[in-house]
């Protein structure tokens, strides 16, 4: 039997055909619709996501007999959502992404409205622009009644709902909104009516791939799936990923490499604390049964490399010359400190309280080449991300010596080494692409009654051999120096800087 999956993202729409053993038959990926509102905000256009993602669909099953496709995962990016019409289904608003940030006076408001702790506690989030619940009000704002009737679907529930008129999303998606509590697997009613807010805004939410309904006849003519296979909210993009790559005990770690990075953990589930939240990483329901997971992110890691590929020349240079311009590089460490905030602080817990980080170079010479500017940048990245890792294992208790990573910034060879001589851990490179693709196929696979556990599917689905970068011991203690005394030690002088000049901004601002 064959599974099915489809994995919305900020930039590609994806869809793939695996068999059971894991092996993709077909994939295919589309660029995901994104456009600009007058505001300045960003958007995709409901109707043409869903085009988007059926033709996908389309490619990858066509010829395949229909009584091969034994069942469909969705998974998508978190916090994107739109909301619908429950009893038309028609879109009310455009599918919100979750980089977009007009709603960051409602994540203001909302982090007046508990005690930050006790909340945090409850969702494992803190409150930004990215939440849903921000931009459910921010929609409020703007039509009061907007939300009256209505459901709030993330991106995979909308396509699962656009296949089967079912409304229904997943735990680990719900517990990304600000409006679930991770504790008790619920929606929490009483913040939701406390904020003034339609009950039955949120639909059910179930275990991950758990069918949420079958194709019907609207979405096999979309879709080209036959009518009948279940189809289930496979879940959060990342989390997915994690089972794809068998990343899905403690001691094992996800490493998911994209314009932005995530570093995420499996852990139990259990009551957070004041200690959690001072950490500044964030926590939710896994994809697998009975498990957590812990996650901390850089917004700009491999964008990063994308900025500093389009300033290098006019034409700007192409990935080809890029990567020919890396691959002359060596492993030993450089003396130029790279601070990756080109889009502000990342999730860690010192610059989610001094939210003015600015990306820097510090210790550029002349004699300095593109080479150099572009091992600065792969550090300063592995640097961030060093201390989500050490704050995750001082947080769980968890010796973490060992990652697997995926994603288009795992195929970069000099990367992989420079974040196995920063940590002094062991990275594997998947021997697969598209793990979120693979994620979802299986937890659909066990959702279906395929298989009986996610240990079963891992055992049988998982990628084999990866690709390992052990850590160099002299060029660890090169990079300890380096991360410890010039790149931790100088954060608070350059976070109190950026915050003077942005309250003299702020001052002149309001004189004028």
Request: aromatic residues 8%; contains cysteine; proline residues 6%.
């Amino acid at each position: 039997m064959n599974l099915v999956s489809v994995d919305i993202g900020t930039t590609s729409c994806k869809a793939g055909l695996f068999d059971g053993a894991g092996r993709a038959l077909r994939l295919a990926s589309r660029p995901t619709p994104a456009r600009s509102a007058p505001d300045g905000g960003a958007y995709y256009d409901p109707r043409e996501l869903c085009d988007t993602v059926c033709a996908a669909l389309r490619e990858v099953i066509a010829g395949v007999p229909p009584e091969r496709i034994a069942a469909v995962g969705v998974a998508s990016m978190a916090e994107t959502g739109v909301v619908l019409d429950r009893a038309t289904g028609a879109p009310r608003s455009h599918v919100i992404p979750w980089f977009d940030t007009r709603s960051a006076s409602q994540a203001d408001f909302l982090a007046l409205q508990d005690d930050p702790v006790a909340r945090f506690c409850k969702t494992g989030l803190h409150p930004s622009p990215k939440v849903s619940l921000a931009k459910l009000l921010w929609l409020r704002e703007r039509d009061a009644a907007a939300l009256d009737g209505a459901v709030w679907l993330s991106a995979a529930d909308f396509i699962v709902h656009a296949l089967t008129g079912a409304f229904a999303t997943d735990t680990s998606l719900a517990g990304r909104t600000f409006a679930f509590r991770i504790d008790q697997r619920r929606w929490d009613d009483e913040w939701i009516h406390a904020l003034g807010l339609p009950p039955n805004l949120f639909p059910p939410a179930q275990p991950s791939g758990l069918p949420a309904g079958r194709v019907h006849a609207q979405g096999a003519g979309k879709s080209g799936l036959p009518e009948g296979v279940p189809v289930a909210v496979a879940g959060h993009d990342h989390i997915c990923g994690a089972l794809g790559i068998g990343a899905v005990t403690p001691r094992q770690v996800f490493d998911s490499m994209g314009t932005a990075e995530v570093l995420l953990g499996t852990l139990a589930p259990h009551p957070l604390t004041a200690e959690d939240y001072a950490s500044g990483l964030s926590f939710g329901c896994h994809v697998v049964p009975e498990r957590d997971y812990w996650l901390g992110g850089l917004s700009v890691s491999g964008g990063s490399i994308e900025w500093l590929r389009t300033i290098f020349d006019a034409p700007q240079m192409s990935y080809q010359q890029l990567g020919e311009l890396l691959a002359r590089g060596d492993e030993a460490p450089i003396d130029i400190l790279y601070y990756p905030y080109l889009l502000g602080g990342s999730s860690s817990s010192l610059n989610r309280r001094q939210s003015a980080a600015r990306a820097a170079f510090i210790g550029l010479e002349r004699h300095h080449r593109q080479i150099d500017l572009l091992k600065a940048v792969l550090q300063g990245t592995a640097y961030e991300m060093e201390r989500i890792r050490r704050t995750a294992a001082q947080l769980t208790a968890t010796p973490i010596e060992r990652a697997r990573a995926a994603g288009g910034g795992s195929r970069n060879r000099l990367w992989m080494q420079i974040k196995a001589d920063v940590s002094n851990c062991v990275f594997e490179v998947a021997p697969v692409s598209e793990v979120t693709l693979l994620g979802a196929a299986m937890i659909a696979g066990v959702g279906a009654g395929l298989f009986a556990s996610a240990e079963e599917v891992v055992e049988a689905m998982a990628p084999g051999d990866a690709e390992v970068f052990a850590p160099d011991a002299e060029r660890h203690r090169r990079h300890l120096l380096l991360y410890e005394q010039g790149y931790l030690a100088l954060q608070t002088p350059l976070n109190a800087f950026y915050s003077l000049v942005d309250k003299s901004a702020s001052h002149a601002h309001e004189s004028a």
